[in-house]
């Protein structure tokens, strides 16, 4: 069955430092999605791509975070100048169903990004 | 603000019984709920999804309920295997979104044999 796959699993950074986060999503989706979950809180919606640009965003995707689909494959997450509260588990997930909004989303293992 | 409220928030049963957890919405304009389980440590799976004119649907030995007048869903877990095991989460969206789903904080269900 195809999955979405996430990596790496587990990166440690230093405060200050980029780092991009990288999925693939299942080969015939069209939509794709970041959330994160800080540890024993809920899922937050970060960003959701369509088509080569960003549908909708939340207050959380600031000017640090973007996104891109460097080619057919890979999906990345990068923040640019990461802060101690950026650490989190980042889901990726991507659908393609239906209408972007109703289509089942299928979530990734999860990076799980550690700011030291 | 479009919130998610879950409960309870932890719930321990036997295995074989059954359970149900409870979801409260407050996002308008409504577009579908779900419902996800979440094994720790890995990305949620979905379970259901249901739009405004769908009040039940079942997965194997799930099945979920909406009311869109009172805001609010169950979603029921029949003769509980141990495997059931996980959070269990409510996640709502609203109608225009393209993809934010809203999360509830989840119920984690703990099945002792």
């Known amino acids: 069955e195809p999955e979405v796959t996430q990596t790496p699993s587990h990166q440690v950074t230093q405060m200050g430092q980029e780092v991009i986060l990288r999925c693939v999503p299942i080969?015939?989706?069209?939509?794709f999605y970041w959330y994160r979950q800080i540890l024993g809180q809920k899922v937050e919606f970060l960003v959701s791509?369509?088509?080569?640009?960003?549908?909708?965003k939340s207050e959380i995707f600031d000017d640090q975070f973007s996104v891109e689909r460097p080619d057919g494959s890979n999906f990345t997450l990068k923040i640019r100048s990461t802060k101690l509260e950026d650490s989190a588990m980042y889901f990726c997930?991507?659908?393609?169903?239906?209408?972007?909004?109703?289509?089942?989303?299928?979530f990734g293992p999860g990076t799980r990004l550690t700011v030291l | 603000k479009n919130q998610v409220e879950q409960s309870p928030q932890s719930l321990i049963i036997l295995e074989g019984k059954n359970c149900t957890l409870q979801?409260?919405?407050?996002?308008?304009?409504?577009?579908?709920l779900r419902w996800y389980k979440q094994d720790t440590g890995r990305g949620p799976v979905s379970l259901t999804i249901?739009?405004?004119?769908?009040n039940t649907k079942s997965n194997g030995r799930y099945t979920a309920t909406l009311d869109a007048d009172t805001k609010q869903s169950s979603l029921h877990i029949t003769a509980s295997q141990l495997s059931d095991s996980a959070s269990y989460i409510c996640?709502?969206?609203?109608?225009?979104?393209?993809?934010?789903?809203?999360f509830g904080k989840g119920t984690k269900l703990s099945v002792k044999p």
């Open positions: 080969s015939n989706h069209l939509y």
């Open positions: 979801c409260n919405y407050t996002v308008s304009p409504f577009s579908n």
């Open positions: 791509f369509y088509n080569n640009e960003i549908s909708e």
């Open positions: 996640v709502v969206s609203a109608r225009r979104s393209q993809g934010n789903l809203i």
């Open positions: 249901m739009t405004f004119s769908e």
């Open positions: 997930a991507s659908g393609g169903q239906a209408r972007m909004g109703t289509d089942t989303q299928y």
